[in-house]
Nanobody, 111 residues
């Protein structure tokens, strides 16, 4: 059984920063791609970023230059550093690895 637990969400003013963390437990192999997606109210879930075991990264255009994804394979943890946050970044953020998803953490950015 695999579990993903996110933390680090919260309320922040526009221009502020947050760092999300996601710890994976269970039979997760460090060779898997890990990533973050988000769902804003009334919208479909969208991919934010992902990172391979070789630290190759991908970012959605909407967050490129503001968000940074990283991972610590020894800790089965993936991070999302979010800088210069905008109100449109408000969403529930989910981490994922392979076919597994976390429960989500709320990020709210006030204008």
């Amino acid at each position: 059984q695999v579990q993903l637990v996110e933390s680090g969400g919260g309320l922040v003013q526009a221009g502020g920063s947050l760092r999300l963390s996601c710890v994976a437990s269970g039979n997760i192999f460090s060779s898997f791609v890990m990533g973050w997606s988000r769902r804003a109210p009334g919208n479909q879930r969208e991919l934010v970023a992902h990172i391979s075991s070789a630290n190759t990264t991908f970012y959605a255009n909407s967050v490129k230059g503001r968000f940074t994804i990283s991972r610590d394979n020894a800790k089965n943890t993936v991070y999302l550093q979010m800088n210069n946050l905008k109100p449109e970044d408000t969403a529930v953020y989910y981490c994922w690895v392979n076919a597994y998803w976390g429960q989500g953490t709320q990020v709210t950015v006030s204008s």
